[in-house]
């Protein structure tokens, strides 16, 4: 979640939060893309935790060859428990389908706080190279978030985000560690050059305790309470640390890359962002509904399956003076095996935000539908009341309004 200020009637600037679910790649350009705004404030910056798992052994080289064996749902989808199917699979395969670990195993919670301190030094390099200054930006988390976010995909489905800026000699020997069987030796290696990293990087910022990069959510909301402006919110992550900010301090307006239109182009039924805190994502939209707070919502299909998803050579030109960035990009989208071609989902949301103009718009009210499967889906209609917005994914418009995108997506990146 990142927070801006509003000014009534001025531009947004970014001193408030923003909520992001721990950064893969586009997450780190919804941050960056709050400096044309307003460079010298200062943008909190909320970080949601996702389960991970160091156990895990992920697919990998291996992905291909079990398609062909596997359904993809299969693949995807956390397991609740050890499936029988999977016994029947050859010996190297039926390893990958085991029970996913969560928050509730205690070696995982346990790797939490260090992935969450991994992920803000990850996100303080990335600023760096974009010449945002560190004053520019504080980090926030809240233990309590573990008990509320869950296993997003299955855990060898999952990137190794973790992994993205590491140099030469940590990458050698995190491809080392990836070569162990999954279990107590594949963490241990993964533990070991992730700390390398975070140790490195705690050096060069100047911090003799690693851990201090990262603030509590809760002195967040003590601060918020001592300002005399309303909140603003950009969301691209799920909604666990941005319910309680609503509840606690006033907010004008946010806007957030959730839910969906149809639903056609989800990974898992529901919107990611959905997916990963489903009671406070209904229980926000239920809270935002009843007060006079506007709401944004950009759905799945205005940043994938769409126009605004760019192509190879639109991509290079974005990019062509961010050339890390690009194979950041490019390795994500390679290692996910479920997108096909690069999706800016937050990015794209958090430029629309600012530059409404980039997307029609049409007012909404939210219900809930219980699927055949006996699952809550969240979902939108059109109204003519209501402080609920949903930009929509009008082809013809948004070919209008490619290049424009594009430019403004240049304009946040370093020249």
């Given at each position: 979640?990142?927070?801006?200020?509003?000014?009534?009637?001025?531009?947004?600037?970014?001193?408030?939060?923003t909520s992001a679910g721990c950064p893969v790649h586009d997450n780190v350009r919804v941050n960056g893309s709050g400096r044309e705004v307003d460079p010298?404030?200062?943008?909190?910056?909320?970080?949601?935790?996702?389960?991970?798992?160091?156990?895990?052994?992920?697919?990998?080289?291996?992905?291909?060859?079990?398609?062909?064996?596997?359904?993809?749902?299969?693949?995807?989808y956390p397991l609740t428990k050890d499936p029988e199917w999977a016994k029947h699979l050859n010996g190297d395969m039926w390893p990958y389908f085991s029970k996913d670990a969560d928050f509730s195993v205690p070696y995982v919670r346990q790797d939490a706080h260090m992935y969450m301190v991994l992920t803000a030094f990850r996100f303080a390099s990335f600023f760096e190279k974009q010449d945002i200054p560190r004053s520019n930006y504080d980090f926030y988390w809240t233990k309590s978030s573990l008990d509320k976010v869950i296993v997003g995909l299955h855990?060898?489905?999952?990137?190794?985000?973790?992994s993205y800026d590491f140099n030469?000699?940590?990458l050698d020997k995190y491809y080392a560690a990836e070569n162990e069987p999954a279990g107590d030796e594949h963490r241990k290696q993964l533990l070991a050059v992730c700390n390398e990293y975070i140790d490195r990087q705690a050096e060069?910022?100047?911090?003799e305790e690693p851990r201090t990069i990262l603030h509590d959510f809760s002195d967040l909301i003590k601060l918020k309470r001592e300002s005399e402006f309303s909140s603003s919110l950009t969301i691209g992550g799920p909604f666990t640390e941005a319910l309680e900010f609503v509840r606690e301090l006033p907010v004008s307006d946010v806007c957030a890359m959730v839910f969906y239109t149809e639903g056609?182009?989800?990974?898992?039924?529901?919107?990611?962002?959905?997916?990963?805190?489903?009671?406070?994502?209904?229980?926000f939209v239920?809270?935002?509904?009843?007060?006079?707070?506007?709401?944004?919502?950009?759905p799945t299909e205005c940043c994938k399956g769409c126009p605004f998803q760019l192509g190879q050579s639109e991509l290079k030109e974005v990019f062509q003076n961010s050339p890390s960035i690009m194979a950041m990009i490019e390795r994500f989208t390679r290692e996910t095996g479920t997108l096909r071609d690069i999706v800016l989902f937050d990015w794209v949301a958090a430029l629309v935000q600012l530059h409404s103009s980039l997307l029609p718009v049409r007012r909404v009210k939210w219900f809930l539908r219980v699927d055949d499967d006996g699952d809550e889906l969240i979902e939108f209609r059109d109204s003519n009341t209501g402080n609920m917005w949903m930009f929509v994914d009008d082809h013809e418009y948004m070919k209008d309004q490619k290049h424009q995108l594009m430019r403004l997506m240049k304009l946040t990146l370093k020249n």
């Open positions: 979640m990142v927070v801006g200020r509003s000014l009534r009637n001025t531009p947004m600037a970014t001193d408030g939060p010298s404030s200062v943008t909190p910056i909320v970080l949601s935790p996702r389960v991970l798992d160091l156990k895990a052994k992920r697919y990998g080289k291996d992905f291909n060859r079990i398609k062909d064996v596997v359904r993809i749902k299969r693949m995807v855990h060898p489905l999952h990137v190794p985000d973790y030469a000699a940590e060069y910022f100047g911090y056609k182009l989800n990974v898992v039924k529901r919107n990611f962002n959905d997916h990963l805190d489903h009671n406070s994502a209904k229980e239920q809270f935002v509904s009843d007060k006079p707070i506007k709401f944004t919502i950009v």
